[in-house]
T-cell receptor, first 116, second 112 residues
Framework: AQKVTQAQTEISVVEKEDVTLDCVYE???????LFWYKQPPSGELVFLIR??????QNEISGRYSWNFQKSTSSFNFTITASQVVDSAVYFC?????????????FGKGTSLLVTP | SQTIHQWPATLVQPVGSPLSLECTVE??????LYWYRQAAGRGLQLLFY??????ISSEVPQNLSASRPQDRQFILSSKKLLLSDSGFYLC???????????FGPGTRLTVL
């Protein structure tokens, strides 16, 4: 079963628009970790944010902000005033304890295209 | 600061040939190391992880294997490649099992 769902496969926006990437996760654990990564066309995964399950505070970093809501099992990512350089595939991931230790389960990713 | 290297960057291999991909981490000791594969149009799949020298755990049965001959070196191998082994292979490291995983630049493998 998919533990991380990114329902938006592709999003296209015009530069300067705000865009929200959705992430819904599924876990029975009380201790878990959530992540967002960015994958530009070069392919390397770039770490954006890590949140543990006990910290529901929203976070803002420049034009990026994250909304963590345990009540809806969501960890959404908003880019304000999008720029062409934001074009990439964005992955949400969940880390929870399993027989393999803390495995990182990725969603299928959302491809964001920002056009001028 | 820590850096993670992977080579080669790209590789084209015929079906049935062997494979060896290398990953090394600098600037840290006793890292946890991971191999992921990203097939075309799909998400990332964890293949192997290692918490120490000689300690390898496999997540998915396949014709690939991994080894960790040194503390900061992680190798992905195959004796005979299949067409289905094509994909983008990413190595990652973390300080502990719950810490953030940081990824290398990846190796794009095409099996013909």
């Amino acid at each position: 079963a998919q533990k991380v769902t990114q329902a938006q496969t592709e999003i296209s926006v015009v530069e300067k628009e705000d865009v929200t990437l959705d992430c819904v996760y599924e876990t029975r654990d009380t201790t878990y970790y959530l992540f967002w990564y960015k994958q530009p066309p070069s392919g390397e995964l770039v770490f954006l944010i890590r949140r543990n399950s006990f910290d529901e505070q929203n976070e803002i970093s420049g034009r990026y902000s994250w909304n963590f809501q345990k009540s809806t099992s969501s960890f959404n990512f908003t880019i304000t005033a999008s720029q062409v350089v934001d074009s990439a595939v964005y992955f949400c991931a969940l880390s929870e304890y399993s027989n393999s230790g803390y495995a990182l389960n990725f969603g299928k990713g959302t491809s964001l295209l920002v056009t001028p | 600061s820590q850096t993670i290297h992977q080579w080669p960057a790209t590789l084209v291999q015929p079906v049935g040939s062997p494979l060896s991909l290398e990953c090394t981490v600098e600037g840290t000791s006793n890292p946890n190391l991971y191999w992921y594969r990203q097939a075309a149009g799909r998400g990332l799949q964890l293949l192997f992880y290692s918490v120490g020298i000689g300690q390898i755990s496999s997540e998915v049965p396949q014709n690939l294997s991994a080894s960790r001959p040194q503390d900061r070196q992680f190798i992905l191998s195959s004796k005979k490649l299949l067409l289905s082994d094509s994909g983008f292979y990413l190595c990652a490291w973390s300080r502990t099992v719950t810490d953030t995983q940081y990824f290398g630049p990846g190796t794009r493998l095409t099996v013909l």
